[in-house]
Nanobody, 120 residues
């Protein structure tokens, strides 16, 4: 059964930091790369960061140098460390398995997400 459980969001001032966590089903975690996505109000969901099973990473230009994705394969958990947050980072953040070649999420199923609000 596919399951993604995101946590760690909240309200933070510009320039602040947050660390998001996503627990995924074990079978998914052992097979796929993992991605963090976000969806701001009125906008389409976009890919923020990807990490392969062996730890290679890729980031959207808008977050390069500020966000870091990591994974703990033993815990079936992927993390997103977000630093120097900006108001435009405000969105609901989701994780999903990621298909590298198709550049798309592996599943149509999405968890509840975690809200990140950057505001003074």
């Amino acid at each position: 059964q596919v399951q993604f459980v995101e946590s760690g969001g909240g309200l933070v001032q510009p320039g602040g930091s947050l660390r998001l966590s996503c627990a995924a089903s074990g079978s998914i975690f052992s097979i796929y790369a993992m991605g963090w996505y976000r969806q701001a109000p009125g906008k389409e969901r976009e890919l923020v960061a990807v990490i392969t099973h062996d730890g290679r990473t890729n980031y959207a230009d808008s977050v390069k140098g500020r966000f870091t994705i990591s994974r703990d394969n033993a815990k079936n958990t992927v993390y997103l460390q977000m630093n120097i947050l900006k108001p435009e980072d405000t969105a609901v953040y989701y994780c999903n398995a990621h298909q590298i070649l198709l550049k798309a999420p592996a599943y149509d199923y999405w968890g509840q997400g975690t809200q990140v609000t950057v505001s003074s």
